[in-house]
T-cell receptor
Framework: EAQVTQNPRYLITVTGKKLTVTCSQN?????MSWYRQDPGLGLRQIYY???????DKGDVPEGYKVSRKEKRNFPLILESPSPNQTSLYFC?????????????????FGPGTRLTVL | EDKVVQSPLSLVVHEGDTVTLNCSYE??????LLWYKQEKKAPTFLFML????IEKKSGRLSSILDKKELFSILNITATQTGDSAVYLC??????????????FGQGTTLQVKP
């Protein structure tokens, strides 16, 4: 089954304790992205990756890191979490059509990770 | 600055009613507009619209895009309680760089009462 998986689904942690949220897709998608969803603000992009070893900042990258060592995996790292990073996080992936700059944007979303930082 | 605005932000209707959700956008180099449905979990894809005036339909849901006036509507006819969800509108752009990025609106929360 084509899907995007995230782990953990729920996490309660304390300020400053490093954590990683994993994301994996089995659709051979080039494009992967992390969003956070907060009430009244919608989904905002944190980081994205156009392919292996190609990552860049989205709209709200502060306090986050990512890596893309393999095509299927795109982990989100919070080196020193703070309470303002309490949010619902979604990983998403999609195909990209290279060359022309066009992209096919039916993005598939993972089930979400609800993070609480105390 | 690119933005996507949805209205209303919330809506309560009764089963059988017809609803219209709105999405307006101001985005440079527009590529496509997407609608997603989000029930207490991940957003699930409904429609992608790239051309003006061509209605897309799926059962009781339909959507249309107006690229001149920069908006889209999502219609749901004969609503059911299972339609209760947050409906998200997102826009993508053409060009170099972050072409995969989706710019989301705030969402419309629809509650359908029995």
């Amino acid at each position: 089954e084509a899907q995007v998986t995230q782990n953990p689904r729920y996490l309660i942690t304390v300020t400053g304790k490093k954590l990683t949220v994993t994301c994996s897709q089995n659709m051979n998608h080039e494009y992967m992205s992390w969003y956070r969803q907060d009430p009244g603000l919608g989904l905002r992009q944190i980081y994205y990756s156009m392919n292996v070893e190609v990552t860049d900042k989205g709209d709200v990258p502060e306090g986050y890191k990512v890596s893309r060592k393999e095509k299927r995996n795109f982990p989100l790292i919070l080196e020193s979490p703070s309470p303002n990073q309490t949010s619902l996080y979604f990983c998403a992936s999609s195909l990209l059509v290279s060359g022309s700059g066009f992209s096919y944007n039916e993005q598939f979303f993972g089930p979400g990770t609800r993070l609480t930082v105390l | 600055e690119d933005k996507v605005v949805q209205s209303p932000l919330s809506l309560v209707v009764h089963e059988g009613d017809t609803v219209t959700l709105n999405c307006s956008y101001e985005v440079t180099n527009f590529r496509s507009l997407l609608w997603y449905k989000q029930e207490k979990k991940a957003p699930t894809f409904l429609f992608m619209l790239t051309s003006s005036g061509i209605e897309k339909k799926s059962g009781r849901l339909s959507s249309i895009l107006d690229k001149k006036e920069l908006f889209s509507i999502l219609n749901i006819t004969a609503t059911q309680t299972g339609d209760s969800a947050v409906y998200l509108c997102a826009v993508s752009r053409v060009g170099s760089g972050n072409t995969g990025k989706l710019i989301f609106g705030q969402g419309t929360t629809l509650q359908v009462k029995p």
